[in-house]
C-alpha cells in the first residue's frame, strides 16, 4: 500500500495566487480528512469528508479556502486568494470510518509545505 | 468543546535518563486517545489508541497509559532515535474519525 499521497510537496507562491493541494488516500477508506500545522496552532482540524460528501468544514479558515473530493480516491484543498498566513503545511489523511466499536486510526500522507511570499 | 493540552511543551533527556509525557482531555463520550510520533519534515506517525481507563499499551520502550482525564506516554530508557514529536489526540462520541490534537510534545534525546 503507497499510503496517503499528497502532492506538491512544496510550494512557494506570492500573495494573490491561486494555490492546489492535492491528495489521493488509502484504498478502501471512506473518510478522509484536511488538517493544518502550524508552530503557533499546531494541528488544526479544516475540513473532512465521509463517503465523498463534506461532513464538517467548521475549521475552514474563510471563504478563501476550499475543498472538494469528486470521488473516492481524489481530494483537493484550494486557496484563493492566498496570503502569508496561509503559510503552514497542510496535511491529508484517511481512515474506514463507521465501525460499530472502538475508534478509527487515522493514516497520514507525508504534508504539502506551502509558502505565501 | 473537545480540548486536548500536552506538557511539557519540550523535553531533553539524556540517553538512558526515563521520563513522561502528559496529556489531559476533555471529550464528549471518549472513543480513542491517540498517541502519534512525528519527525521532521513528516507526517504523524500512529503508536497507540487506548479505549478505557485503565488500559495500557506498549511498544518497545514507550508505553502508554489512560485514565478518565489524562494519559502519559512513559519513554524508558530513550535513545537519541526516540527524538521527535509526540502528539495525543482524542475521538469523540461522532464516530466519524475526526481528531483533536493537543500541541505536541517535542523530545529530544542526547548520546
Known amino acids: 500500500d503507497a499510503g496517503v499521497i499528497q502532492s506538491p510537496r512544496h510550494e512557494v507562491t506570492e500573495m494573490g495566487q491561486e494555490v492546489t493541494l492535492r491528495c489521493k488516500p488509502i484504498?478502501?477508506?471512506?473518510?478522509l480528512f484536511w488538517y493544518r500545522q502550524t508552530m503557533m496552532r499546531g494541528l488544526e482540524l479544516l475540513i473532512y469528508?465521509?463517503?465523498?460528501?463534506?461532513?464538517?468544514d467548521s475549521g475552514m479558515p474563510e471563504d478563501r479556502f476550499s475543498a472538494k473530493m469528486p470521488n473516492a480516491s481524489f481530494s483537493t484543498l484550494k486557496i484563493q486568494p492566498s496570503e502569508p498566513r496561509d503559510s503552514a503545511v497542510y496535511f491529508c489523511?484517511?481512515?474506514?470510518?463507521?465501525?460499530?466499536?472502538?475508534?478509527?486510526?487515522?493514516?497520514f500522507g507525508a504534508g504539502s509545505r506551502l509558502t505565501v511570499l | 468543546e473537545d480540548q486536548v493540552t500536552q506538557s511539557p511543551e519540550a523535553l531533553r533527556l539524556q540517553e538512558g535518563e526515563s521520563s513522561s509525557l502528559n496529556c489531559s482531555y476533555t471529550?464528549?463520550?471518549?472513543?480513542?486517545l491517540f498517541w502519534y510520533r512525528q519527525d521532521p519534515g513528516k507526517g504523524p506517525e500512529f503508536l497507540f489508541t487506548?479505549?478505557?481507563a485503565g488500559e495500557e499499551k506498549e511498544k518497545e520502550r514507550l508505553k502508554a497509559t489512560l485514565t478518565k482525564k489524562e494519559s502519559f506516554l512513559h519513554i524508558t530508557a530513550p535513545k537519541p532515535e526516540d527524538s521527535a514529536t509526540y502528539l495525543c489526540?482524542?475521538?469523540?462520541?461522532?464516530?466519524?474519525?475526526?481528531?483533536?490534537f493537543g500541541q505536541g510534545t517535542t523530545l529530544q534525546v542526547k548520546p
Open positions: 489523511a484517511s481512515t474506514k470510518a463507521g465501525q460499530s466499536s472502538g475508534a478509527n486510526v487515522l493514516t
Open positions: 484504498s478502501g477508506h471512506n473518510s
Open positions: 469528508f465521509n463517503n465523498n460528501v463534506p461532513i464538517d
Open positions: 471529550v464528549s463520550g471518549l472513543r480513542g
Open positions: 487506548l479505549y478505557s
Open positions: 489526540a482524542v475521538s469523540g462520541s461522532s464516530n466519524t474519525g475526526k481528531l483533536i
